[in-house]
């Protein structure tokens, strides 16, 4: 097992960026990928970036792809989202998951369904 906690968030304006953290638990940290999700007011939650077990693999959601960057360091347990530009429509919780990736033919995945451990999410708000 793995417990996820992000950190990071916080109230921002349009142009700023951030980065997110998700530390993780565990010794098993290297043998998942992991994907950043997020959820706005009202909206299903959508997957935006994911990275690979060794992180020499990264996979980003059209919308975003360009602004964000995922990055994980497996020494420090550590996954990070950096996002830059950030929109108004960029206002949502932002979750960290990790992907056992169990007979999986891709070294990143981005269906909600194949992660299997959830962080509690983090705050991010953008004022315009």
């Known amino acids: 097992q793995v417990q996820l906690v992000e950190s990071g968030g916080g109230l921002v304006h349009a142009g700023d960026s951030l980065r997110l953290s998700c530390q993780a638990s565990?010794?098993?940290?290297?043998?998942?990928?992991m994907g950043w999700f997020r959820q706005a007011p009202g909206q299903e939650r959508e997957f935006v970036a994911g990275?690979?077990?060794?992180?020499?693999?990264?996979y980003y959601d059209g919308s975003v792809k360009g602004r964000l960057t995922i990055s994980r360091d497996n020494a420090k347990n550590t996954v990070y989202l950096q996002v830059n530009s950030l929109k108004p429509e960029d206002t949502a919780v932002y979750y960290c998951?990790?992907?056992?990736?169990?007979?999986?033919?891709?070294?990143?995945?981005?269906?909600?369904?194949?992660?299997?451990?959830w962080g509690q999410g983090t705050q991010v708000t953008v004022s315009s």
């Open positions: 998951a990790a992907d056992q990736l169990i007979e999986s033919p891709v070294p990143v995945r981005d269906g909600l369904q194949w992660y299997d451990y």
């Open positions: 565990g010794r098993t940290f290297s043998s998942y990928a």
């Open positions: 990275i690979s077990r060794s992180g020499d693999r990264t």
